[in-house]
Nanobody
């Protein structure tokens, strides 16, 4: 059974940094794509970043490009999201997900429970 667990969320001030981590059991991350998403109250879930199988390709949403960095640790079987220059509008529950890519689209089949990030002004 595949399980994802996020950690590293918390309360920070605008301009601070946080590093989120996504740990997996039941799946070797290096063989599958991993994505980070967030959902703010009253808003739909938003894609933030993804890393391809074997970590060869990373993709970012325009809203976080240049501030967030996704990276994988093969030995630990984790995928981290380094978040710098945080803004109050980054406040949300952050989720990691894994799934498959058929060459055209991604299917995010497994999700973690989420970790809260709150950025105060």
């Amino acid at each position: 059974q595949i399980q994802l667990v996020e950690s590293g969320g918390g309360l920070v001030q605008a301009g601070d940094s946080l590093r989120l981590s996504c740990a997996a059991s039941g799946r070797t991350f290096s063989r599958y794509p991993i994505g980070w998403f967030r959902q703010a109250p009253g808003k739909s879930r938003e894609f933030l970043a993804r890393i391809s199988a074997r970590g060869t390709v990373t993709t970012y949403a325009d809203s976080v490009k240049g501030r967030f960095t996704i990276s994988g640790d093969v030995a630990k079987n984790t995928v981290d999201l380094q978040m710098d220059s945080l803004r109050p509008e980054d406040t949300a529950v952050y989720y990691c997900a894994t799934g498959t890519w058929d060459g055209v689209t991604y299917s995010w089949d497994y999700w973690g429970q989420g970790t809260q990030v709150t950025v105060s002004s």
